[in-house]
């Protein structure tokens, strides 16, 4: 039982909202420290474990009680969005919220239902449609053993551990049926009805729903369906897939909620616009023209993948085998069902989700103008006749990050005293590239002090992590090192730090080993690199490649300035972004549809150094970090050996050189420039709240308000 005094810290422990407002982490922070650590910031389960005593010195603490306060009119301001961006300016130009739709979301890391950067954006959307005051509501799925851990064996195998989530001590709700029990939908999946169980997350005033197939309805083999994410086998793929997208709009109905418009993230949410087609030949009795007209006029898709084999594409037998029965619900027949997952363009077999999604939605868009371009080839066939630039409309809306997530609070307390003014919010005003211009008023001294700061924080984490590690004897010392217990605060710190994946060349800057050897060992200005991230279960390629890297961490010829973080994930993503010097980026040309990292790195002051590939592409600016390689290599041998060569020589002759040009107090006074000129050209642009403001100005409300343009 909480004091009467304090009694809503429930109610804000279990509303995400938290989790990016920083005094609101205070709070919990000076509640109890230690176990605010332990428990891994997770108020939840630090409410359920705390001492009454501790609660009861809280509610009599007038310092403690003031900061609560302010806290929760701060929190219900927030929640009644009177005032918000979108209230001020829109008023009800949606009469229904938003509804959006994606297989991930990566919130919080009490919630682990999410592998990678696809989640990370649609847990920024999310978070910043709150913050603009924006109508919108959220589906996905609950898995309760999420994506897997990551553990390192000593010959550099990748061991996947599984857990499963404690649902007390995470901040979800269920949504109960009137008669209380847990079943609010079904779905039919061939010969199966499955019963769909809802979980409530809140993130302020956005609701995000997420279903689950383990209710006590369902007979115990169905009951793991949506345990995992991203599962390899095909045809429990199809029917997670089926579950989100016809499960998810009938729980919507259930629960009374009326979208103006809807948003699919990414082709795994797809079948979403075929169950509304349903609901209107059915319901509505129209036909299916009729309906489809009606469903692309409020839905839009957004593509994540510029390369074919990244698309979700199912064999036509198992499409047959579970539509078999729906298509008729939709007045078409075998063929025409079909044909709306073909794809003409990319000469693909089978049933294409992209494509699906394409055909009804009305508007879609790429995620970078670089991803755009290459994605109006690739599907310029689903539209025959039209040149390409008329094919995929709506061209691009590039993604942002969100900057109260992402950026360090001690770099945010550094931006608000010199960037901020009394006059605006820091945070509202934070995409107004005038308020930006002011970066260059942090002294030097000052910004490069946090910066070290972080830098320490992050080599204490490692350190922390290795140290726990070798006390729980399973690993050797060898691996110790390989953890980065040897890595230095003063010293170059690049990072790597991304999904293990072919395209994304992990290994690339071992291309010539002993000239990175001489780099890293070098006696003055020597270098140091962090690797991190995972590879996919199934890929044993990539898995390889991961191996190579760790190989090079356990090399004593690198002097223990090579470090593999194990477990890559949204918690450590922070420490790593806050806390280098440099971001490496090295995707394959024109694969990496966008890339996120690289604008979290940025907005902390950590240089971006990468080929000139999605965001980069219109990210870079000639101060604002660098651009490695070029696109005029013939095969992968020599793109490889191009960039690599190109890398090196950057490194050798101006990144080295100019962070170690330091005055006698050590501030590298070139580096900073550089940096300041980083965070001025990258924050306002590429900060989540102009993407939402975007994807609300040039999509939703003209998605409200018009009949779709035809095709
Ligand atoms: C930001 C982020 C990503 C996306 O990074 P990319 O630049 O797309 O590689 C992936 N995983 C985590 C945990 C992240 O925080």
Redesign the pocket.
């Known amino acids: 039982m909480l004091p009467e005094r304090i009694c809503r810290l429930d109610e804000l422990a279990s509303n995400l909202w938290w989790s990016w407002h920083p005094q609101a982490r205070e709070l919990f922070r000076r509640l109890d420290y230690p176990m605010w650590r332990i428990t891994g910031h997770n108020p939840v389960k630090q409410l359920r474990e705390i001492e009454p005593a501790k609660l009861e010195a809280a509610a009599a603490d007038p310092r403690f009680t003031s900061m609560y306060d302010s806290v929760m009119a701060h929190f219900d301001t927030d929640m009644a969005a009177s005032n918000s961006w979108f209230t001020t300016r829109y008023g009800e130009a949606l009469p229904g919220p938003v509804a959006y739709f994606s297989a991930e979301y990566?919130i919080h890391n009490s919630l682990p239902i999410y592998a990678?950067?696809l989640g990370?954006l649609a847990g920024d959307l999310c978070k910043e449609a709150c913050d603009l005051g924006l109508p919108f509501v959220a589906v996905g799925f609950m898995y309760p053993q999420g994506y897997f851990h990551q553990h390192i064996s000593a010959d550099g195998r990748q061991v996947e551990l599984y857990r499963q989530l404690d649902f007390d001590e995470a901040p979800v709700n269920p949504i109960l049926a009137p008669d209380g029990s847990r079943s609010l939908v079904q779905v039919q999946l061939d010969d199966k009805t499955l019963h769909i169980g809802v979980w409530q997350v809140r993130l302020g005033s956005v609701n995000l729903y997420l279903l689950d197939t383990n209710v006590e309805e369902n007979p115990p083999a169905c009951r793991e369906l949506t345990a995992r994410l991203y599962i390899a086998e095909r045809e429990q793929r199809i029917q997670q897939e089926m579950l989100l997208g016809i499960g998810g709009v009938r729980v919507l109905r259930v629960m009374g909620i009326s979208p103006s418009v809807w948003h699919a993230n990414e082709g795994h949410t797809a079948f979403m616009m075929l169950e509304r087609i349903r609901e209107e030949v059915q319901d509505n009795k129209v036909t299916f023209t009729e309906a489809v007209e009606r469903v692309r006029a409020n839905t839009i898709f957004t593509t994540h993948t510029p390369v074919p084999a990244g698309h979700d594409v199912f064999r036509g037998e198992l499409v047959e085998r579970y539509f078999g029965d729906y298509w008729p619900s939709l007045g078409l027949d075998r063929q025409t069902f079909l044909g709306l997952g073909r794809d003409d363009g990319a000469g693909g077999q089978g049933f294409n989700m992209s494509a699906l999604a394409l055909r009804l939605s009305g508007r879609h868009n790429a995620v970078s103008k670089l991803h755009s371009e290459v994605s109006r080839r690739m599907w310029q066939g689903l539209w025959p006749g039209t040149r390409a630039e008329e094919g995929l409309r709506s061209t691009y809306v590039t993604n942002g990050v969100h900057m109260p997530t992402w950026v360090a609070p001690e770099m945010l307390r550094l931006y608000q005293k010199y960037v901020g003014d009394d006059s605006r919010d820091l945070m509202e005003a934070q995409d107004d590239p005038e308020l930006w211009q002011r970066i260059l008023q942090i002294p030097d001294e000052e910004f490069w002090q946090v910066h070290q700061l972080l830098k320490r924080k992050l080599m204490g984490i490692m350190h922390e992590r290795a140290q726990q590690r070798w006390a729980d004897g399973d690993i050797s010392a060898e691996q110790v090192v390989a953890m980065g217990t040897l890595l230095h605060p003063e010293v170059l710190t690049i990072a790597f730090v991304?999904?293990f994946t072919e395209y994304k060349r992990p290994a690339l800057i071992f291309h010539d080993v002993e000239r990175l050897k001489r780099l890293v060992r070098h006696p003055l200005q020597p270098v140091q690199i962090i690797f991190a991230g995972k590879s996919h279960p199934a890929d044993t390629a990539s898995k390889d490649l991961l191996q190579r890297v760790y190989t090079m961490a356990k090399d004593r010829g690198f002097r223990g300035r090579i470090a593999f973080v194990e477990d890559?994930?949204?918690h450590m993503?922070h420490y790593l972004v806050q806390g280098v010097d440099v971001w490496l980026n090295v995707p394959r040309r024109l694969q990496e549809a966008c890339?996120?990292?690289?604008m979290?790195a940025s907005m902390n002051g950590v240089l971006h150094l990468s080929v000139p590939d999605g965001w980069w592409h219109e990210g870079y600016n000639g101060a604002n970090g660098w651009v490695v390689g070029s696109d005029s290599a013939a095969d992968v041998a020599e793109e490889d050996r191009a960039d690599a060569e190109a890398l090196y020589s950057l490194l050798e002759n101006e990144i080295v050189p100019l962070y170690y040009a330091m005055d006698r107090s050590g501030v590298p006074h070139g580096w900073v420039s550089m940096v300041k000129e980083a965070i001025r050209s990258v924050m306002p642009v590429f900060c989540a709240r102009r993407m939402v403001k975007e994807y609300t100005e040039r999509m939703y409300i003209p998605a409200a308000r018009s009949p779709v343009p035809t095709p």
Not at 595 to 598: H, K, W
């Open positions: 990566a990678g950067g990370v991304r999904r890559y994930d949204m993503a890339g996120t990292s690289g979290k």
